[in-house]
């Protein structure tokens, strides 16, 4: 047999199933009737065909005979045990009799098919965790086993061996969770389960084994089917088991669940084990690229070049077998097949450097494997590592190796002796001693200087995971000790903050800080790895690779799991966030300088640092208040602005500073037709101030119209920049700068500038590049602004150069430069299209603001598709705050020229790939909040809406304005933190009215589809209907039970998102659900009567000094701009 195709929990068919009578037990002759079910691994038998829990369960293994007896019965025989069945005819006993043999046959096959690999081993049967518990409601203890994804309880540990069980719970459908010191409950949807363990400490392994069962459940095999694509990659690398569902992501090899075990053994330096179905986050597209071309084929050409026959694994080999055996493989080496280059260290760096460049995975990987180093220097300054070649020559699966073993070791012959190999199994146990100075322990942060005589000397010693200071060194009672698994953060001041030169804190769990101090650098750094080693699981090791100035744990939400925060591991280095999440992927770190938000929120009892970057949002939650407001300080320092020269500054998108983005991006927005831009100079006194607060944090001034004039934004941005201490140019390539301005030959001097420019530091390259293109576009409207080319180059020459202006090389060069500014910074004609369909839009819109007086700072860039997300369909469009989704819809159309006819209901649909659902837009809803909420799964797609002519048909002609009815339900329940939907699809009985969406367990009406329906009870749920979003569409990897599903998303008030998925099983079902949840939700207006076309682009009527109530358009206008109004009662003060 085959691995079950695609997704988790393969629901067993049922094979046979029917009434029988069974014989009681115990001789008595009163035969009982049982509903009896056969599916390909167990025969069950249940009280009525609706229990979800058999009575018993007898495993088809285990069965050795089936035999007729009299009267219509036969007997299922086991080796010990004997179960007569009565049927109710012949026929019907032989069809039975008939289904069990062939099950028996097909069991048997399989069995002998998986000893071939398994050598009699029972795999995937063995339990992860099997013993006694009691459970509510039976006398005696059972004998409970949780195997795979199921949890099975049998009479004792006799039935267990026999094969012969009560019941068995499939996970997929579970939820456990504790109730008191002893007890736990696993919840289904049909029972609960009451378990009492013997102690606490064996109920916390009961929950751990039972949530694991979960997770197997809901886990998907759809990565290990990609991987297996590969053929080698469907036998365990290193003993030949088959389906391997683990991986080695350093390494490169697929690899089964025992030797996964061994894996996790030798250390993350030697091998970071994931596994290809629960992982799931890591499982990018590149690494599973990689693993299909690297895999197990080439990894074991390398790995297992040399492995004589009698070291070979089976997949039955012995734990220890199995440990001696990679040990020797992947941490020694011993079989590998050595690289010609091998011990010649210079030449393997090189050959390194060469492959990563170039398709060779399998060369790299020898290289690496050989002792090639991951960190050696090119000799390229622009490319200083292996990596950064890789990433130059755009070979990603390279890169996505080389970053897997940025912190693999190189195996060697003698690495460890067999004592120490020993420990390295188990725990990696970190000792020092040595003296320390310490202060006495704080509540609070230490906000002054301790001077030297506060410490006092005490012999320290690390080991056994405890901290523990001594008097001196001969005593032997600690004065006091620190448990690692307290440390919840450790840090390192600057030198010199306290008495003693080197110092740092140690914080715990039970608040409390910690300050040591030594005066060697060498040994307070020593200190601080190994204190960090002791306190940090292996799981977030890759933190300690370099050195930080902070280091620990805290509560976090990120991703997609914010209904509840967990622990994840965090480092600070320099303006570098380093971040390890337990579930998540391994992240990139986040920029602290180049954050577009960072704030603290909630109240000081309850604080939240947000930190929100291009891409992500993490919330930092500061539940223990100490080490929380060390993170908050440093944070805070790390974000900002370190120095005057342009790199230190805090960063925005593609490495521009802040204070030069917003400036340019003002003038772009307010002051391109401002006459003498950039030659005029502002107000002293307000570029002063202005530049002030730029300085401080550039990323909290958000620069008005009406606050602040041009030409004070265009002279603090001139100022900075005149003032930078190394200039935009740096001092150290200036004057090459001015020299290339003297070359004759024009052809020759644009390529020296060219090269020029890629000397620069990054942040000085991109700023160059920004500046000059925002240039090009001031000069474009020298028409009215007066500024063409060479006003420009007189102004910003001297600025950037910081030369008097005497000679005029440096206004050359940037005359030069905005002259050939498509040629020097290699500019495409989509980058230059986009461009000016950007100053297209600005332009238009000054034009139809200076005529009102409409407010345009901070409109919003935008990318909308027509019809379909293609490279071709794109289109770039400002969206100012008023914009409607209908404007947006008509602008789209009439900048690609596309006529609207009768009936084509074009709208701009909300697309979320992720979720593979879609939302139209109501016409009136404004886009620039739907697209600040945008993911970065989530796009704008402008089309005809297909299914709206029978919606408005269907509003026409019904009647009343509630709709119910049956559709199929799925939670999205988040399980153990990981944010997996759970459980399948349910019908429940609904109720949609103009305010609520109710949701009914079941209708007990006799006559539910006559007239309103009696529902029981109170509805299992309730949701307000205007808090609801309604995407068309249920991702596939939920299977939905029809085609016609819509998703639901529910925001409360607190911003934490819940889904559900509804199913309908008809088309026309989903669009009457669709018709009455825009009815209700946009007041009865699901179409405008008469598209709006002359609206467009028009400000915002408020703010406007147009009439109040428009004169022409349709009466839906009329009542709009009526209800705008009522809805700002303030906005209409503003304007009598
Ligand atoms: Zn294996």
Redesign the pocket.
């Known amino acids: 047999m085959d691995w079950p195709p695609g997704g988790s929990t393969p629901v067993t068919p049922v094979i046979k199933a029917g009434w029988l009578d069974k014989n009681p037990p115990q001789g008595s002759y009163i035969y009982q009737k049982r509903w009896v079910r056969l599916d390909a691994d167990h025969l069950r038998y249940f009280d009525s065909n609706k229990d979800a829990y058999s009575k018993r369960f007898i495993s088809v293994a285990c069965i050795s005979r089936v035999a007729a007896i009299g009267d219509q019965k036969f007997e299922v025989i086991t080796n010990n045990r004997t179960f007569a069945f009565r049927a109710e005819s012949d026929v019907e006993r032989k069809e039975w009799m008939q289904a069990l043999q062939e099950a028996m046959a097909e069991q048997r096959a399989r069995a002998r098919l998986s000893s071939a690999y398994l050598l009699g081993v029972p795999g995937s049967e063995q339990p992860d965790r099997a013993g006694s518990l009691e459970l509510r409601g039976f006398k005696n203890k059972l004998y409970v086993a949780v195997v795979g994804d199921k949890v099975q309880l049998y009479k004792n540990l006799e039935e267990y061996h026999l094969g012969i069980g009560i019941t068995f719970i499939d996970m997929s459908v579970g939820n456990v969770k504790e109730v008191d010191r002893r007890s736990f409950d696993l919840t289904t949807p049909y029972r609960i389960f009451s378990f009492s363990a013997d102690s606490e400490l064996e109920k916390e392994q009961w929950l751990e084994a039972m949530q694991g069962a979960i997770a197997e459940a809901l886990s998907t095999s759809e990565v290990a089917e990609r991987i297996w694509a590969a053929a080698p990659n469907r036998f ?1 690398a ?4 088959p389906q ?1 569902d683990w991986a080695s992501i350093n390494l490169c090899v697929v ?2 669940k ?2 996964a075990g061994e894996h996790r053994g030798l250390g993350a330096g030697v091998s970071k084990v994931r596994s290809l179905k629960m992982d799931r986050k890591v499982w990018t597209e590149t690494l599973i690229e990689l693993f299909l071309q690297l895999g197990n084929g080439a990894g074991n050409r390398f790995w297992a070049a040399n492995v004589p026959p009698s070291e070979a ?1 089976q ?1 039955s080999s012995s734990p220890s077998t199995r440990r001696c055996h990679l040990e020797a493989k992947y941490r020694e080496g011993k079989y590998r097949r050595y690289h010609p280059l091998f011990g010649n260290q210079e030449e393997l760096d090189k050959a390194l450097c060469a492959a990563v460049t170039t398709t060779d995975l399998a060369e790299t990987q020898a290289l690496l494997g050989c002792g090639a180093g991951i960190n050696c220097f090119s000799g390229d300054p622009e490319a200083p590592t292996p990596l950064a070649l890789a990433e130059q020559a755009g070979q990603t699966l390279q890169m996505e190796f080389l970053r897997n073993n940025r912190t693999t070791e190189v195996p060697r012959l003698d690495s460890m002796k067999p004592l120490e190999k020993h420990y390295s199994v188990v725990l990696p146990t970190v000792s020092h001693s040595g003296f320390l100075y310490k202060t006495a322990s704080a509540s609070k942060l230490l906000q002054e200087r301790r001077a030297r005589e506060e410490f006092s000397r005490r012999w320290c010693v690390l080991g056994d995971g405890v901290l523990s200071y001594f008097e001196n060194e001969r005593a032997v009672t600690p004065n006091g000790e620190i448990r690692a698994s307290e440390i919840v953060c450790l840090a390192v001041p600057p030198p010199d903050t306290h008495g003693f030169e080197h110092t740092f804190e140690v914080y715990t769990e039970g608040e409390r800080l910690y300050l040591f101090g030594l005066e060697s650098a060498e040994q307070a750094h020593e200190w601080v790895k190994c204190i960090a080693k002791a306190f940090v699981p292996p799981l977030a090791e890759d933190l300690l690779a370099r050195d930080f100035e902070r280091l620990g744990r805290l509560p976090y939400k990120a991703g997609l799991s914010l209904q509840r925060a967990q622990e994840g591991w965090f480092s600070l280095s320099g303006s570098e966030l380093r971040a390890v999440f337990p579930e998540g992927p391994c992240e990139e770190p986040l920029q602290l300088r180049k954050l577009q938000e960072l704030s603290i929120q909630g109240d000081s009892e309850n604080q939240v640092l947000v930190l929100v970057e291009r891409r992500r949002t993490l919330y930092i939650q500061g539940e223990r208040r100490l080490d929380f407001m060390g993170w908050l300080g440093a944070i805070q320092k790390a974000a900002a602005s370190m120095g005057d020269t342009l790199s230190e500054q805090q960063l925005g998108d593609s490495d521009i500073p802040v204070i030069v983005y917003r400036c340019v991006d003002y003038i772009t927005q307010c002051g391109l037709t401002s006459e003498g831009i950039y030659r005029k100079c502002g107000q002293t006194s307000k570029t002063q101030r202005l530049l002030e607060s730029l300085r401080q944090d550039a990323r909290s001034v958000h620069l008005k119209e009406g606050e602040q004039h041009v030409d004070d934004v265009s002279s603090a941005l001139k100022r900075f920049l005149r003032d930078l201490p190394d200039g935009l140019f740096t001092r150290a390539q200036r004057l090459a700068w001015l020299e290339a301005s003297e070359i004759e030959d024009e052809e020759e001097k644009v390529s020296r500038y060219r090269e020029l420019l890629v000397r620069l530091p990054p942040v000085n390259r991109a700023t160059v590049k920004a500046l000059i293109s925002h240039l090009y576009c001031v000069q474009c409207f020298s028409d009215t602004n007066q500024m063409n080319v060479h006003n420009l180059a007189i102004v910003f020459g001297p600025t950037l150069f910081q030369t008097d202006g005497q000679d005029y090389k440096a206004g050359r060069v940037v005359e030069d430069l905005i002259n050939h500014y498509v040629v020097v910074f290699s500019v495409d004609e989509e980058e230059l299209r986009k461009q000016r369909e950007e100053i297209t839009a600005i332009v238009k819109m000054r034009v139809a603001g200076t005529a009102s007086g409409t407010q345009h700072a901070g409109d919003f860039i935008c990318t909308v598709y027509l019809e379909e997300k293609k490279a071709e369909t794109e289109q770039h469009i400002k969206i100012p705050a008023s914009m409607t989704a209908e404007e947006l819809t008509l602008e789209i159309l009439d900048r690609r020229n596309v006529g609207i006819r009768e009936k084509d209901y074009w709208t701009c649909f909300e697309v979320n790939e992720r979720e593979e659902a879609e939302r139209p837009l109501h016409f009136a809803e404004k886009v620039l909040p739907i697209l600040h909420g945008l993911g970065t799964d989530s796009h704008l797609v402008v089309k005809k809406h297909q299914a709206m002519e029978a919606m408005l048909l269907y509003l026409a002609s019904r009647v009343g304005d509630t709709k119910h009815g049956m559709m199929k339900f799925r939670e999205d329940r988040s399980l153990l933190g990981l944010g997996l939907p759970s459980g399948g699809f349910h019908d429940r009985y609904f109720i949609l009215n103009s305010s609520c969406l109710r949701l009914y367990k079941e209708v007990r009406s006799q006559r539910p589809w006559s007239g309103a329906p009696e529902t029981s009870h109170r509805p299992e749920k309730e949701w307000p209907v205007k808090s609801l979003k309604v995407y068309l569409g249920v991702k596939k990897k939920l299977r939905p039970p029809t085609c016609w599903g819509f998703t639901v998303v529910h925001e409360t008030e607190k911003h934490e998102k819940q889904q559900w998925y509804l199913c309908c099983d008809t088309q026309m079902e989903l669009r009457e659900w669709f018709a009455t949840f825009l009815f209700v939700q946009h007041d009865g207006l699901v179409w405008p009567s008469e598209p709006s076309r002359v609206s467009r682009a028009v400000p915002e009527v408020r703010l406007g000094s147009v009439s109040l109530i428009p004169l022409r358009g349709s009466e839906n206008e009329m009542r709009r701009s009526v209800a705008a109004f009522t809805a700002d009662p303030l906005s209409l003060l503003r304007n009598v």
């Open positions: 365990c290193d003993c030949g088991a391997p690899i089964c025992r030797c694994l997949p």
